[in-house]
């Protein structure tokens, strides 16, 4: 633990689980935790003290199967602009990795 520390900081993202997103705080934090005993077991002796949890029906878009969608990619028409978000055609759905790869791919169009 870094000198002045006194705790660790877990943070989790669960995307497209419409089977959880009515589950209590509390029962998520321990299904997380759970998760992360499993693959750090020094953890089985972590204490939460605090916990957000934070969550939203609309955070990943569910497009209809085997349909294309019209989203734009990061170079515009506007000069010196350049568009980057999980919104962008990253041939991911809307969610934290395509966020990531809208990234990457507008550093890339970046001359």
Same mark, same amino acid.
């Given at each position: ?51 957000? #949890?934070?969550?939203?029906?609309? =955070?990943?878009? %569910?497009?209809?199967? /085997?349909? $294309?969608?019209?989203?734009? &990619?990061? *170079?515009?028409? #506007?000069?010196?602009?350049?568009? =980057?978000?999980? %919104?962008?055609?990253? /041939?991911? $759905?809307?969610?934290?990795? &395509?966020? *990531? ?7 890339? =169009?970046?001359?």
């Amino acid at each position: 633990m870094p000198t002045g520390s006194s705790g660790y900081l877990y943070a989790a993202v669960i995307s497209a689980v419409t089977d959880l997103i009515d589950q209590t705080g509390k029962y998520l934090v321990e299904l997380i935790m759970g998760e992360i005993q499993k693959m750090v077991p020094e953890s089985r002796d972590a204490k939460v003290t605090h916990h957000v #949890v934070y969550k939203s029906r609309d =955070a990943t878009f %569910w497009g209809q199967s /085997g349909m $294309p969608l019209a989203r734009p &990619g990061p *170079v515009t028409s #506007v000069e010196n602009l350049i568009l =980057a978000g999980d %919104w962008t055609e990253t /041939g991911l $759905p809307a969610t934290i990795e &395509g966020a *990531v790869v809208s990234g990457f791919k507008a550093a890339t =169009a970046i001359d």
